[in-house]
C-alpha cells in the first residue's frame, strides 16, 4: 500500500520536474541562441561555433536549432586557419614545440596541421622547453584559410661586448681634492721657507740664536707637518668617494 502511495506521488511530481527541466534548458538555448550571435560580431569565431553547437542540439527549440545549425557553417567557413612550420638553422624542421596563439597553447606540435584562430592581428610564438624560440605578429583574414606561416630559427648572435662608460666622479671628489692640492702646495711653501731660514739666519747665528728665531723656522715646519697630514687625508678622502660611487 505504501508503495503504491509513493508511486502515485512520483507520477504526479513527474511533469513538474520535467517541465522545470525543459524551462531550464530552453534557458539555456536563447543564452547560447544570443551569446553566439554575439561571439561571432567581435570575431571570436572559434568560441561562437562552440556556443552555436550548444544551440543546435536536439533539446532546443525547432526555431532556435534551425537558426544555429545554419549559423555553425556560416562560421565554420569564415574562421580562418593556419600551418606553421619551424626550421633550425641547417632547415631542418622542428616538430616538438608548442604553438602560442596570444597567450593560448592552440598546437603541442607542429606537424603540418590547419589549425582554426579567429582572425585579426595576433602574437604568435613558439615555445620549447618553457623557452621562446621564435615569435612573429601575424595579420589573420576572415575566411582565410591553412594560411602559411614559416618560422626559421636564427643562429645566436655573438654577445656584444659592452664599451665601458665614463663614470662620474662625485662632486665631493672633486672638492677633496682641490682640498688636498692647496694642502700640499701649502705643505711646500712652508717647508721651503722653514729651510731657507734655518739655512740663513740659524746657521748663521748657531750657537747665540734668539729664541724668536727658533720659533719662526719651527712654526713654519709645523705648518708645513699640517699641511701634509691635510693633503693626505683629503686625497684618501676624494679616492675613497671615486671607488664608493
Known amino acids: 500500500m505504501r508503495f503504491a502511495r509513493a508511486a502515485a506521488v512520483a507520477l504526479l511530481l513527474l511533469p513538474g520536474v520535467a517541465r522545470a527541466q525543459t524551462d531550464e534548458t530552453k534557458a539555456q538555448c536563447a543564452k547560447d541562441y544570443e551569446q553566439g550571435q554575439r561571439q561571432w ?79 585579426g592581428e595576433h602574437r604568435l610564438r613558439i615555445v620549447r622547453a618553457a623557452r621562446v624560440i ?33 663614470t662620474a666622479v662625485p662632486a665631493g671628489a672633486w672638492i677633496a681634492g682641490g682640498v688636498a692640492l692647496l694642502a700640499l702646495g701649502s705643505f711646500t711653501l712652508f717647508g721651503v721657507r722653514g729651510r731657507a731660514e734655518q739655512t740663513s739666519d740659524l746657521d748663521a747665528c748657531r750657537g747665540h740664536c734668539t729664541h724668536d728665531d727658533v720659533a719662526s723656522v719651527r712654526t713654519k715646519y709645523l705648518a708645513a707637518d699640517v699641511s701634509l697630514g691635510i693633503a693626505v687625508v683629503a686625497a684618501g678622502v676624494a679616492v675613497w668617494m671615486v671607488l664608493t660611487k
Open 41 to 119: 560580431r567581435s570575431g571570436k569565431l572559434r568560441a561562437a561555433k562552440e556556443t552555436l553547437v550548444a544551440c543546435a542540439r536536439d533539446a532546443c527549440p525547432e526555431a532556435m536549432r534551425r537558426d544555429c545549425t545554419k549559423w555553425v557553417g556560416d562560421v565554420e567557413e569564415r574562421t580562418p586557419s593556419l600551418v606553421v612550420t619551424l626550421t633550425d638553422e641547417s632547415g631542418a624542421a622542428l616538430v616538438d614545440a608548442d604553438l602560442v596563439f596570444d597567450d593560448e597553447i592552440v598546437a603541442h606540435r607542429l606537424d603540418g596541421r590547419g589549425i582554426d584562430v579567429d582572425p
Open 134 to 166: 621564435a615569435e612573429q605578429t601575424v595579420i589573420v583574414r576572415e575566411g582565410e584559410k591553412l594560411h602559411a606561416v614559416s618560422l626559421a630559427l636564427s643562429a645566436a648572435p655573438a654577445p656584444r661586448k659592452e664599451e665601458a662608460r665614463p
